[in-house]
């Protein structure tokens, strides 16, 4: 059979394998802390630890020496067979990270089945509980959960609901907690409030009675460019969410692990979730996992009617969690929490100082190792760039040929707005900051020189 047909003007030889764009990218020959390397030797930064998934660092000896001690005892046991030892370690130590009362971990092989656990939990507990008029999952716009239907319909960004629409029940949104846009004259603190107090004027308009829950990324991810709402924001959602019975869930699948600073991205603020969602940095890329966390008073009672009527082939299985287990003692050992957090503060101070540079980054945002700049037209009025510029793509496309791998997308939706996020792993140095925002200052000059964007001199 023929090889198929490649893009104009590739240069990658022909392939069967079927990539999602026409964007062809160079062989990855190997990884090491935050470098990666093609097979041409060329060394690339990177800058967003993949999809911000490898917080541990690339190569880690210690964990690759645990999944290979695994790997020769079981790879792969089914759950309904046997239980395994790592899961059951490593559910334990996930626990002592938690809030208190989530004392239960559901493990998965990735951040959309996390999510589908938790509104399937969520949905099998109103059941069991004699709630089943309860099933509407208000999120936010824009928001990102997953790509399967569950967790596509909670999640807001047009250009990757759009096409599925009419196949899925597309749930009720709020707007997130943009504040940083507001122009209104109130404070932060009682923009987070009216933002909040949106959840409250859905519930209400969708009837208390079936609502079942509300999921936030506690600070948001790629699709707002690492939001954080206004303090004010957490305890009114869940003041909210207890009167009107509805469970508050926690989409930790970037924010967990590490890496914003706190173990969670829920330990920034006192208010806590009922059910939490993580993946990604968990278990760093080493090997998929995910796990959904819940509290027994929500297990028992689906247990009690029967069982969890759910679950993945791949979940749970003994080298996954070896992997996710070394990965938990390594972010210990290192203390990468703390790195996170002490090196987040420097990049964004860095961040800062380059959106003084180049007045067209509007805000600078995040926490510990989970930033982003967002690119405008006007900072007076955070008015965004044309959006046929798509100086998202362009400021990714500018720093990889400088040898920086960033992260990016369109912030307000998916149809306009720029940002790029930069989360490298939680090992960086404080010279491999410096080593970042070089590359990235000679990054945004040519952006600037490309799409005719002003610079301060
Ligand atoms: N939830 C959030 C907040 C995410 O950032 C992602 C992935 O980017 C997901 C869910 C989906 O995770 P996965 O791609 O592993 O299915």
Redesign the pocket.
Known sequence: MSANREAPGSNRPPSHLFYQTRLRRPVVDRAEGIYLWDRDGRRMIDGSSG??VVNIGHGNRAVLDAMRRQMERATFAYRLHFENEPAETLATRVVDYMPPGLDKVFFVS????A?ESCLKLARQWAVATGQAGRYKVISRFPS????TLG?LAVTGYAALTAPFAPMMHEMPKIPAPTAYLDRDGLSMEERGIRYADMLEAEIRRQGAETVLAFIM?PIG??STGALVAPDSYYPRIREICDRYGIVLIY?E??TGAGRTGRFLGADHWAPKPDLI?L??GFASGYCPL?AMVAPSRMVQPVLDAGGFQHGFTYAGNPLACAAGLAVIEEIERQSMVDNAAAMGALLKDELQALARRFPFIGDVRGKGLLLAAELVGDPETMAPLPSGLNAHARVVELAYERGLIIYSRRTRGGTEGDHFLVCPPMIVTREQVGEIVAVLADTLEALAAELRLPVNR
């Open positions: 999809a911000m990735g951040g959309s089945e999510v990102y959960h997953g790509s967790a990324e991810g790629a989409d699948v970037m969602a993946s990604k995910g």
